[in-house]
């Protein structure tokens, strides 16, 4: 894996302030959407916009190619078995909670690519970044979390959920890196939809909603920006820069999430926001540095 460079890190800020446009976004399309429509139809126009722009670039899709195992694993590891997870887990605790739990993507990612990825070996001053980063996180949210009998099994599917986004990262690593990342965006967000299809009609009635135009329009965004173009980015940061760089992002989710809070929803930005940014931004350095 190579050194990140100055737009490799402004990829992964832009991939942060993407998905940590997604929390009020999502906010807004539950108001009309249950949880696995919302997914569905937010994976079918991902899927639908990097049609366009395969077809655009007359690049060839290998979803239903002689490998369509893999990308089949991938798109469920990468979107529909998270997407599960996570949606029951947050539907039973605090959703400052959630941000902190999801934030522990670089721990597992890192310790994965230990163990998988050649290029990847944890490194003293490497766990240092990631632990800063990690420190960041707890800052932001420490005196919000409450963790107990009553929703320990749920922070553990939650867990279990993030933990799935490194599964997926390592498997793009090992088998689809050659593979082009607009044809594996696509691929795996074709066999996302079909998985998830069934768990839409089985668990809800995605065909008796009644969605209002505000909630279409934050649904449309996270289709489409939020999950289509993301998650093409994810990929292009996956191939250059490897598992333990991409994974920082989650650590700048949460910061750029309480950002667009204040912007648009006049939330407060205190001190603490402003500490956590900072040792973030620390950790993400170091780690940038020494992973080569």
């Known amino acids: 894996m190579k050194q990140a460079k100055a737009t490799d890190v ?5 991939l942060g302030a993407i998905w940590g446009s997604s929390f009020f976004n999502i906010k807004i399309a539950t108001y009309s959407y249950e949880p696995y429509t919302l997914a569905l139809i937010r994976v079918i126009l991902a899927t639908v916009t990097m049609l366009a722009v395969s077809y655009i670039y007359n690049i060839k899709i290998h979803a239903f190619s002689r490998n ?38 670089p721990i597992t990612g890192s310790i994965l690519a230990h163990f998988f990825i050649k290029d990847e070996k944890i490194s003293f001053l490497k766990s240092i970044g990631i632990i800063l980063g990690f420190t960041g996180i707890l800052l932001l949210f ?11 099994l749920f922070v553990l599917i939650i867990l279990l ?4 986004y490194s599964i997926s990262g390592i498997l793009i690593l090992k088998k689809l890196k050659k593979s082009g990342n607009i ?27 009644t969605p209002t135009f505000e909630s279409t329009l934050s649904l449309i965004y996270l289709g489409v920006i939020a999950t289509g173009f993301a998650w093409w980015l994810r990929f292009k940061i996956l191939s250059n820069n490897g598992i333990v760089f991409q994974t920082q992002v989650a650590y700048l ?39 080569k």
């Open 10 to 14: 402004f990829l992964l800020l832009l």
């Open 68 to 105: 369509w195992k893999i990308y089949a694993l991938v798109g469920i590891c990468n979107i529909t078995i998270p997407f599960s997870l996570i949606a029951i887990g947050t539907n039973k605790i605090d959703s400052y909670l959630a941000a902190m739990l999801m934030s522990t993507t």
């Open 142 to 152: 420490f005196d919000k979390l409450i963790i107990n009998e009553s929703n320990y």
């Open 161 to 164: 959920g993030s933990t799935f």
């Open 183 to 209: 044809n594996v965006t696509t691929s795996t967000l074709i066999w996302s939809v079909i998985s998830l299809l069934p768990l839409s009609f089985l668990f809800e009635e995605p065909l008796k909603s």
């Open 253 to 291: 989710i949460p910061i750029f999430g309480v950002i667009f809070g204040a912007l648009i929803l006049g939330e407060q930005i205190t001190w603490k926001v402003l500490a956590s940014l900072v040792i973030i931004t620390l950790g993400i350095y170091i780690v940038k540095k020494y992973n």
